[in-house]
């Protein structure tokens, strides 16, 4: 009975002891040149680590459990041109510090560098290259994801409408999508019913549109670099979205297109060397401040019932048509403190700042340049300039335009000279 006793005490420190300890630490498991990843996939467990050390690895990975594969002096990953190279199909999965490359080409089946399935929540990609995948990431209905510090290049022989692209989210929430490098794909952003994301410090060019963004509430677009694409930012069927000091230089068509978009801040962002800077289309109920809109071709094209829109302190600089507005009435912005045009030519008698003549965006030497293209050739004539001061004195002769009433002497931004002359390459 003294046996069983002792026996019977010691079993019971053991569990105190296993029960004090928690759970088994995770392990991390040592993947050399030439073994498989994937079988080290499979016999890990929850939780492990695996460090893939530097190698050329042909295989196309499927991941249903927790991990984190991290990659040691950057090994790569190929999927053979065939499907996709990674896909994760769990919560919490961490991918970095690998060469991801080789997709398929499929669009049908979406063949991704990585691909994230419907609730696989939590997953982190931070620091890896994308080096000839369809689409980079596509990520479906996995919510918290943080995809960060990744290069990411496309199939770039494809013609634009082939290719995939970089990071594509759809029906996500609160996605931190931050200093990604994404160039030859068909457009570096896709954004789809996803609500409450970040994307910042993102550099986005050499592609379709750097965002393409859709049908998505109450996002932060901050600090990102949209250069060299047909369009830098398109936000389309949106609401109470934050934009901030991005710039969008260099683009085919437009900086930053607003279209079907409401109660929104639009601030301090630089649109410069665009065919068109702001290219904003049935936009109500939105602040625009603080924006440099600088040497476009067309500073701003408005139109579509654009209306009720605060714009204020706003430097609209050296752009070949100031506005372009199309309405029936004018259109008055900067009510309260006016934005600074740099082709104004009124004076300030009483040194406020302000101009004491109204400005109008489109005033009939407006008109007759867009009717007569070479009328351009002419905008510096004292002759073109007396026909402006007319234009203004007699209203039988004027249409509809944008009227600021407090226009500034002086732009908001004294540096904005570094952006003039950053053009998408013109014939």
Same mark, same amino acid.
């Given at each position: 009975?003294?046996?069983?006793?002792?026996?019977?005490?010691?079993?019971?420190?053991?569990?105190?002891?296993?029960?004090?300890?928690?759970?088994?630490?995770?392990?991390?498991?040592?993947?050399?040149?030439?073994?498989?990843?994937?079988?080290?996939?499979?016999?890990?467990?929850?939780?492990?680590?695996?460090?893939?050390?530097?190698?050329?690895?042909?295989?196309?990975?499927?991941?249903?459990?927790?991990?984190?594969?991290?990659?040691?002096?950057?090994?790569?990953?190929?999927?053979?041109?065939?499907?996709?190279?990674?896909?994760?199909?769990?919560?919490?999965?961490?991918?970095?510090?690998?060469?991801?490359?080789?997709?398929?080409?499929?669009?049908?089946?979406?063949?991704?560098?990585?691909?994230?399935?419907?609730?696989?929540?939590?997953?982190?990609?931070?620091?890896?290259?994308?080096?000839?995948?369809?689409?980079?990431?596509?990520?479906?209905?996995?919510?918290?994801?943080?995809?960060?510090?990744?290069?990411?290049?496309?199939?770039?022989?494809?013609?634009?409408?082939?290719?995939?692209?970089?990071?594509?989210?759809?029906?996500?929430?609160?996605?931190?999508?931050?200093?990604?490098?994404?160039?030859?794909?068909?457009?570096?952003?896709?954004?789809?019913?996803?609500?409450?994301?970040?994307?910042?410090?993102?550099?986005?060019?050499?592609?379709?549109?750097?965002?393409?963004?859709?049908?998505?509430?109450? &996002?932060?677009? =901050? @600090? +990102? %670099?949209?250069?060299? *694409? #047909?369009?830098?930012?398109?936000?389309?069927?949106? /609401?109470?979205?934050?934009?901030?000091?991005?710039?969008?230089?260099?683009?085919?068509?437009?900086?930053?297109?607003?279209?079907?978009?409401?109660?929104?801040?639009?601030?301090?962002?630089?649109?410069?060397?665009?065919?068109?800077?702001?290219?904003?289309?049935?936009?109500?109920?939105?602040?625009?401040?603080?924006?440099?809109?600088?040497?476009?071709?067309?500073?701003?094209?408005?139109?579509?019932?654009?209306?009720? &829109?605060?714009? =204020? @302190? +706003? %430097?609209?600089?050296? *752009? #070949?048509?100031?506005?372009?507005?199309?309405?029936? /009435?004018?259109?008055?912005?900067?009510?309260?403190?006016?934005?600074?045009?740099?082709?104004?030519?009124?004076?300030?008698?009483?040194?406020?700042?302000?101009?004491?003549?109204?400005?109008?965006?489109?005033?009939?030497?407006?008109?007759?340049?867009?009717?007569?293209?070479?009328?351009?050739?002419?905008?510096?004539?004292?002759?073109?300039?007396?026909?402006?001061?007319?234009?203004?004195?007699?209203?039988?002769?004027?249409?509809?335009?944008?009227?600021?009433?407090?226009?500034?002497?002086?732009?908001?931004?004294?540096?904005?000279?570094?952006?003039?002359?950053?053009?998408?390459?013109?014939?």
């Amino acid at each position: 009975m003294h046996r069983s006793f002792r026996l019977l005490r010691t079993l019971a420190a053991a569990m105190l002891i296993a029960a004090l300890a928690g759970p088994a630490a995770a392990a991390v498991w040592q993947i050399k040149a030439g073994e498989s990843i994937q079988a080290a996939i499979d016999r890990a467990a929850p939780g492990d680590t695996l460090e893939i050390e530097r190698a050329r690895y042909v295989e196309n990975l499927l991941i249903t459990k927790p991990l984190t594969l991290r990659g040691l002096d950057r090994p790569t990953i190929s999927g053979g041109l065939r499907g996709d190279t990674i896909r994760i199909k769990a919560e919490r999965v961490t991918i970095e510090g690998l060469i991801i490359a080789d997709s398929g080409a499929s669009l049908r089946e979406q063949n991704a560098g990585i691909y994230v399935w419907p609730g696989s929540h939590h997953t982190v990609v931070r620091n890896c290259d994308f080096s000839y995948t369809l689409f980079g990431l596509w990520i479906e209905q996995s919510n918290d994801v943080l995809i960060e510090g990744n290069l990411i290049t496309g199939k770039r022989e494809l013609q634009s409408s082939q290719r995939g692209n970089g990071i594509q989210l759809y029906n996500t929430r609160r996605a931190q999508i931050i200093g990604n490098n994404i160039s030859f794909v068909r457009d570096a952003l896709y954004v789809d019913v996803s609500h409450d994301a970040v994307f910042r410090n993102n550099r986005l060019h050499h592609s379709r549109y750097g965002t393409h963004y859709m049908n998505a509430y109450d &996002n932060l677009w =901050e @600090g +990102n %670099d949209s250069w060299m *694409n #047909r369009g830098g930012l398109a936000l389309m069927e949106v /609401r109470r979205l934050t934009v901030r000091n991005n710039r969008a230089w260099a683009n085919s068509d437009h900086g930053i297109m607003l279209r079907t978009i409401q109660d929104s801040v639009i601030e301090n962002n630089v649109v410069a060397g665009n065919q068109r800077g702001f290219f904003i289309y049935d936009a109500e109920y939105n602040v625009l401040r603080g924006n440099a809109v600088i040497d476009n071709l067309v500073g701003v094209h408005l139109w579509a019932g654009s209306k009720n &829109n605060e714009v =204020e @302190g +706003n %430097d609209f600089i050296a *752009n #070949r048509e100031q506005v372009r507005y199309v309405g029936a /009435r004018d259109m008055p912005w900067g009510v309260k403190e006016g934005n600074y045009w740099s082709n104004y030519l009124g004076w300030d008698r009483n040194g406020d700042g302000a101009g004491d003549v109204q400005y109008e965006a489109n005033d009939m030497v407006d008109r007759l340049s867009w009717r007569h293209p070479m009328m351009k050739l002419l905008l510096a004539s004292p002759a073109v300039q007396t026909l402006r001061l007319v234009g203004q004195q007699f209203p039988l002769l004027r249409a509809p335009s944008i009227v600021d009433p407090k226009p500034r002497m002086q732009p908001h931004n004294p540096d904005w000279s570094q952006w003039r002359g950053r053009y998408f390459p013109r014939s």
